[in-house]
C-alpha cells in the first residue's frame, strides 16, 4: 500500500514563497516520476512540475522561474519551492507519483491561498 503525505500549504501574501513536500512510503515502493498538480475551482486539474528519479524536470510554462522542484530519492520525497506567488497560484496543490509500470498514486491535497 503506497502513502502520500503532503505538507507546506497555507495562506501567503502575493510575492510570498511557501515550500511543498511529500513523502512517499510503501514497501519496497520506487517513484520513478514525482510531481505536482494543482486545481483551482472550477478548473482542471493541471501539472506544475515533475521529476524524474534521474532529476529531469518538467515545469508548466506559468511558473517557469518562479517554481522549482526537487527530490530525495533515499526518502521518496519530493519539494516544490514556489517563490513570487501570485493570487492565481491559488488551488489545492496534489501530489503525484508514478512506478515503474505508470501506476500512479495522488495524495490527499493541500490548499495554497495567495492573497493580501
Known amino acids: 500500500q503506497v502513502q502520500l503525505v503532503e505538507s507546506g500549504g497555507g495562506l501567503v501574501q502575493p510575492g510570498g514563497s511557501l515550500t511543498l513536500s511529500c513523502a512517499a512510503s510503501?514497501?519496497?515502493?520506487?517513484?520513478?516520476?514525482m510531481g505536482w498538480y494543482r486545481q483551482a475551482p472550477g478548473k482542471e486539474r493541471e501539472l506544475v512540475a515533475a521529476?524524474?528519479?534521474?532529476?529531469?524536470?518538467t515545469y508548466k510554462d506559468a511558473v517557469k522561474g518562479r517554481c522549482t522542484i526537487s527530490r530525495d530519492n533515499a526518502k521518496n520525497t519530493v519539494y516544490l519551492q514556489m517563490n513570487s506567488l501570485k493570487p492565481e497560484d491559488t488551488a489545492v496543490y496534489y501530489c503525484?507519483?508514478?512506478?515503474?509500470?505508470?501506476?500512479?498514486?495522488w495524495g490527499q491535497g493541500t490548499q495554497v491561498t495567495v492573497s493580501s
Open positions: 503525484n507519483v508514478r512506478d515503474a509500470f505508470q501506476v500512479a498514486y
Open positions: 521529476i524524474t528519479s534521474g532529476g529531469i524536470v
Open positions: 510503501g514497501s519496497n515502493f520506487r517513484p520513478i516520476v
